[in-house]
């Protein structure tokens, strides 16, 4: 069994900045990739940013520039540093683990508020 534990979410001030963290453990010792997606109410799950084992990145239009993903492939434990946020970012925030196109995990969620 794979769990993802998420940590960093809370309460910022407009033009602040969090970090999130997002560590896996159980029955796995290698993955594909690794991401953070976000769900604002009422509206759809969408990607924020994705870092491969490798290190290529993928972001959303709407952070580049402001936010940054990185990994730890030891320790399968992805990060993202989020700079400059805005209330728009204000959303929960999923961790997502890729072993392999049939075993995808997720983090159970961690709430960002950017008050204006």
């Known amino acids: 069994q794979v769990q993802l534990v998420e940590s960093g979410g809370g309460l910022v001030q407009a033009g602040g900045s969090l970090r999130l963290s997002c560590a896996a453990s159980?029955?796995?010792?290698?993955?594909?990739?690794m991401g953070w997606y976000r769900q604002a109410p009422g509206k759809q799950r969408e990607l924020v940013a994705a870092i491969t084992s490798g290190g290529s990145t993928n972001y959303a239009d709407s952070v580049k520039g402001r936010f940054t993903i990185s990994r730890d492939n030891a320790k399968i434990t992805v990060y993202l540093q989020m700079n400059s946020l805005k209330p728009e970012d204000t959303a929960v925030y999923y961790c997502?683990?890729?072993?392999?196109?049939?075993?995808?995990?997720w983090g159970q969620g961690t709430q960002v508020t950017v008050s204006s």
């Open positions: 997502n683990l890729v072993v392999t196109v049939i075993r995808n995990y």
């Open positions: 159980g029955s796995i010792l290698r993955f594909n990739a």
